[in-house]
């Protein structure tokens, strides 16, 4: 089982609507998680944390659920410059202090007009 | 947006050659990593820099070396390049190991031939 786990999509939605993605993890001492955006061929970009007791952020809502070990992202009224693909980060801490950074391979959003 | 460049942007090398990336920041942060992108596996740690001349392996080592003499500068070497080499090379930049995510190069496209 991979240690983070995405649907790759493509979800392609109609401009305004409302799309969710999920994202698994499987280590449950996990401590901190991320969703980051990443645009054809660019390099991604940190969009928001996810706190235990949910985050929001303009029409992004990051939610995190650690019994079931997922978290989510949540995008209302989708524009169309928010189609990228959208990317989960599970941090696990290790030895020393350093934290271990896995990436997930991405959910790939497509608003269309 | 956080003073991080990668050079070259682009480059095409011939199998058995030796090929140097650069990644130069302006944020005097601590750690510093190498990333390499494929599809299908996300992004993978290859090495990474929690100070100058402290390094460490990441996931997927093998064929590259780094070298950090100045904070600023964290280079990689592909010791003697393979067509698996081939990818899209990130390095990332964090004041701390992981807490409060990464700020990305905007990546080096490498093709061995």
């Known amino acids: 089982r991979k240690e983070v786990e995405q649907d790759p999509g493509p979800f392609n939605v109609p401009e305004g609507a409302t799309v969710a993605f999920n994202c698994t993890y499987s280590?449950?001492?996990?401590?901190?998680f991320f969703w980051y955006r990443q645009d054809c061929r660019k390099e991604p970009k940190l969009l928001m944390s996810v706190y235990s007791s949910g985050n929001e952020d303009g029409r992004f809502t990051a939610q995190l659920n650690r019994a079931s070990q997922y978290i989510s992202l949540l995008i209302r009224d989708s524009k169309l410059s928010d189609s990228a693909t959208y990317l989960c980060?599970?941090?696990?801490?290790?030895?020393?202090?350093?934290?271990?950074?896995?990436f997930g391979t991405g959910t790939k959003l497509q608003v269309i007009p | 947006d956080a003073g991080i460049t990668q050079s070259p942007r682009h480059k095409v090398t011939e199998t058995g050659t030796p090929v140097t990336l650069r990644c130069h920041q302006t944020e005097n942060h601590r750690y510093m990593y190498w990333y390499r992108q494929d599809p299908g596996h996300g992004l993978r740690l290859i090495h990474y820099?929690?100070?100058?001349?402290?390094?460490d392996k990441g996931e997927v080592s093998d064929g590259y070396s780094v070298s950090r003499s100045k904070t600023e500068d964290f280079l990689l070497t592909l010791e003697s390049a393979t067509s698996s080499q081939t990818s899209v090379y990130f390095c990332a930049i964090s004041e701390s190991s992981g807490i409060g995510g990464y700020t990305f190069g905007s990546g080096t496209r490498l093709t061995v031939v």
């Open positions: 820099s929690y100070g100058v001349k402290d390094t």
């Open positions: 280590n449950s001492a996990s401590q901190s």
């Open positions: 980060v599970v941090n696990i801490a290790g030895s020393g202090g350093y934290q271990k950074v896995t």
